[in-house]
C-alpha cells in the first residue's frame, strides 16, 4: 500500500509519499515566507499553497518513482490549523479523490507529528514534548487517546519565538537566528510562568522585548535568557507528566524541536530519571506530507474508515485529545 499525504495547516505545503511498511519514498514541500516584519498571513499562505500544490505533488511523485495511479489511499490535514490553508489542501485532496478513486482520510496534524517521531526513532510509548508555531503540548497515550497533560495557555513557542523576533528585526522564522544569538548570551532574568501543568509565553515575549527596546539589555543575552526560561517550563512540565504516568521515554517533535539547546535540556532530565531520549530527525520535526501520509496509513489499517464528500469539513480546532487512536490497541 501506497499513501499519499498531503499537509496545508500553516506555512507549508507539503506531499510525502509512504509505504505500508514505513519507507518515505518522497518528502517535498513548499513554504510560504511572509513579508519582512510580517507574521504568516493566512490569506497570503492559501495563495501561496494553490500556486504551488501541482509542483509538489508532481516533484514528489518524481522523487518516489511512482505513477499517481499507483497511489492506494489519500491522506490530508484535517486540523487543527489556519482555515484558509486546510481548505486549500482540503480540495486538494478531494479533487485526487474524486480522479484516482481512492480512500480519503482526514488526519489530525498534532497526532501525525507524534507517528512520524515515533516511526523514526522507534520509541514505544513515550510523553511526547510537541513544540510548533502554533502548538505546545506535552502529550502522553493513556486509555486510547493521546491525553494532553500539559499545554499552552496562549500562543505556541514557535510563534512566541517568533514574535521576539519580529519585533527586533528578524527573519522568519526567527528560532535559529534566537539559537545562534543565545549562545553567546548571559542570563536576565524573565518572568517564569508555569500554571500547573500548563504553560503561557505571551508575558514573557512582551518582558524579552521590553528588555531590549526600553532597558538597553544586549540582544544576546535576552536571546540566552528566552530560551533557557522557556525550554526550563517544559522540561519541568515534562518531567512531571513522566513521573504521573510511569513512562520511560521522551519524544521531542515539532519544528522547535531542531533547536539543540531544547534538546539538551531534555536529554540531561531524562538521564537523571533513568528515562530515554528520542528526538525526531530534523526532516520530519516539521510540517511535513510524509507524517501525513503516515497517519493516514495507521488510521486506515485500524478502522478502514474513509471519509465521504459529505463528511469533509476542516476541523480548524480539532484538540489531540479528541481523536479515537485505535491503531494503539
Sequence with gaps: MLCLGIESTAHTFGVGIVSEKGDVLSNIKSVYRPREGWGIKPSEAAEHHRKFSTEVLERSLSEA???????????????PGLPPCLVVGRD????????????????????????????????????????????????????????????????GLGNALDKFGRALGMKFPSGPEIEKLAKHGRYVELPYVVK???????????????????????????????????????????????????????LLTGGVGANERLQEMLKVMCEERGAKFYNCPKEFAGDN???????????????????????????????TDEVDVKWKN
Design 65 to 79: 518513482g511512482v505513477n499517481i495511479k499507483d497511489i492506494d489511499l489519500i491522506a490530508f490535514s484535517q486540523g
Design 92 to 155: 486538494f485532496a478531494v479533487e485526487l479523490e474524486k480522479k484516482l478513486k481512492k480512500p480519503l482520510v482526514g488526519v489530525n496534524h498534532c497526532i501525525a507529528h507524534i507517528e512520524i517521531g515515533k516511526l523514526f526513532t522507534k520509541c514505544k510509548d513515550p510523553v511526547t514534548v510537541y513544540v510548533s508555531g502554533g502548538n505546545t503540548q506535552i502529550l502522553a497515550y493513556v486509555s486510547g487517546r493521546y491525553r494532553v497533560f500539559g499545554e499552552t495557555q496562549d500562543i
Design 196 to 250: 500547573g501543568m500548563d504553560l503561557s509565553f505571551s508575558g514573557i515575549v512582551t518582558e524579552a522585548i521590553k528588555q531590549v527596546k526600553e532597558k538597553g539589555k544586549k540582544l544576546e543575552d535576552v536571546c540566552f535568557s528566552f530560551q533557557e526560561t522557556c525550554f526550563a517550563m517544559l522540561t519541568e512540565v515534562t518531567e512531571r507528566a513522566l513521573a504521573h504516568t510511569n513512562k520511560n521515554e521522551v
Design 289 to 319: 506530507g510524509a507524517m501525513i501520509a503516515w497517519t493516514g496509513i495507521l488510521a486506515w489499517k485500524s478502522n478502514r474508515f474513509s471519509i465521504t464528500n459529505a463528511r469533509i469539513d476542516i476541523l480548524p480546532r480539532w484538540r
